[in-house]
């Protein structure tokens, strides 16, 4: 199922898709500013069936204000979609994200970090795991 990952933020939002497989993620553009409309449009052109919006949880598993606002995009982007869209933990993405940028990745550093997202995603929803 073709999947979309995003790190959204209150400026812009990075995002990833894999192929309908569920087996190659690559990073998209970074979408700014962050309107659900946006997204839905992007939806719309990748042909996504199913997307992952990162949850920022402290370290100890606690949501804060950030959380909140995510909360509330996945609401008003549901209302926009016909496709599923579900929050999933994103701790420690954005470091996975600097590594892969300080490694050689080319794509900017949201994207990278949703693209770890959804290999993270991808990797617990994958059948060898249930």
């Not at 959204?8 to 979408?31: K, N, Q």
């Not at 770890?116 to 249930?130: F, G, I, K, Q, T």
Request: glycine share 8%.
């Amino acid at each position: 199922m073709r999947t979309l990952a995003l790190d959204h933020g209150t400026v812009r939002c990075g995002a990833a898709i894999c192929d309908p497989s569920g087996t190659i993620v690559r990073p998209l553009e970074v979408i700014s500013p962050p309107l659900p409309e946006r997204i839905a449009a992007l939806i719309a052109e990748t042909g996504a069936e199913r997307v992952v919006v990162g949850l920022p949880i402290t370290p100890s598993g606690v949501e804060g204000a950030q959380a909140r606002l995510v909360r509330e995009f996945v609401v008003a982007l549901q209302e926009l979609v016909a496709v599923e869209v579900e929050t999933w933990d994103e701790r420690l993405t954005t470091k996975l994200a600097a590594a892969s940028a300080g490694g050689g990745a080319r794509a900017a550093l949201d994207s990278l970090a949703a693209a770890h997202l959804l290999e993270s995603y991808l990797e617990r929803r994958s059948p060898n795991n249930e």
